[in-house]
């Protein structure tokens, strides 16, 4: 063996310094999207609709309540979609996509779980399968506009679409009601047209920002352009 072919040896990978060298990266990707705020965020969320669940509420208000708690759920969500690394945080090549889909997943089923603990054992409007559909639409209109309008604009998504929500549970009582899928806050708990609609917003969402990203990745993103 010559001392060219030694001097280009690549050093040997130490036991566990790959799953080390994964779970920092993960740790990493979490730091620079804000998990942590983000779950604060849903803590916060599933602790106000279990205080909000002891008081007593008309029928309309029962079913506003949930929504308003799951929609402040996926603005805490989708804003994650936003890095603040910019462009530097493309050297994860391709692990890039799987660390952007992971989060958005880990984080929804942590939002679903909590709300779904908040309302266990009080009268939660559409139980825990309408709190899933929902929620999962409503994150994945909030990635869709990350995806096209940038992380700091993604609440604006959820939040124009709790109004529209909003304003199609109040047509139940008042009519003429508002009976599309696409409004799937309206719509009983399983009725399967609302539940595939949001689950194809969802889907849409997650994809786009797992591979692309959102529009603005960071400072370094901005000054280049």
């Known amino acids: 063996m010559t001392g060219g072919a030694i001097r280009h040896r690549p050093p040997a990978v130490a036991p566990g310094g ?8 993960a740790r990493l990707h979490m730091a620079s999207r804000h998990v ?12 106000g609709l279990r205080v909000a669940l002891q008081w007593q509420w008309e029928a ?4 506003q309540l949930p929504l308003i708690f799951e929609t402040g759920c996926a603005v805490a969500i989708a804003v994650t979609a936003t890095s603040l690394l910019g462009e530097p945080e493309r050297v994860t090549g ?37 709190v899933l559909r929902n929620l999962v639409g409503l994150v994945g ?8 309008l ?28 508002l009976t599309t899928p696409w409004l799937w806050p309206a719509r009983p708990p399983h ?15 997650v994809v786009l920002i797992a591979v692309r990203g959102a529009r ?10």
């Not at 984080?107 to 139980?127: C, E, I, M």
């Not at 209109?141 to 096209?148: R, T």
């Not at 009725?191 to 969402?205: Q, R």
């Open 60 to 63: 309309y208000g029962a079913l």
């Open 141 to 148: 209109i909030g990635l869709l506009c990350a995806a096209l």
């Open 36 to 47: 942590p705020a983000a779950l604060a965020a849903v803590a916060a969320c599933a602790i």
């Open 216 to 225: 603005d990745t960071g400072p370094e993103t901005a000054r280049s352009g």
């Open 191 to 205: 009725d399967l047209g609302a539940a595939l609609c949001a689950a194809l917003v969802f889907i849409a969402g």
């Open 18 to 25: 790959a799953m080390r060298a994964a779970l920092r990266l």
């Open 150 to 177: 940038g992380g700091a604009q993604a609440w604006a998504g959820p939040t124009s679409y709790l109004m529209i929500a909003l304003y199609a549970l109040y047509t139940q009582w008042h009519g003429p009601a």
């Open 94 to 130: 391709r692990w890039l996509p799987f660390l952007r889909l992971a989060t958005t997943l880990a984080l929804t089923v942590a939002a679903v779980s909590a709300l779904a603990a908040a309302g266990a054992g009080a009268h939660l409007a559409g139980g825990t399968v309408e």
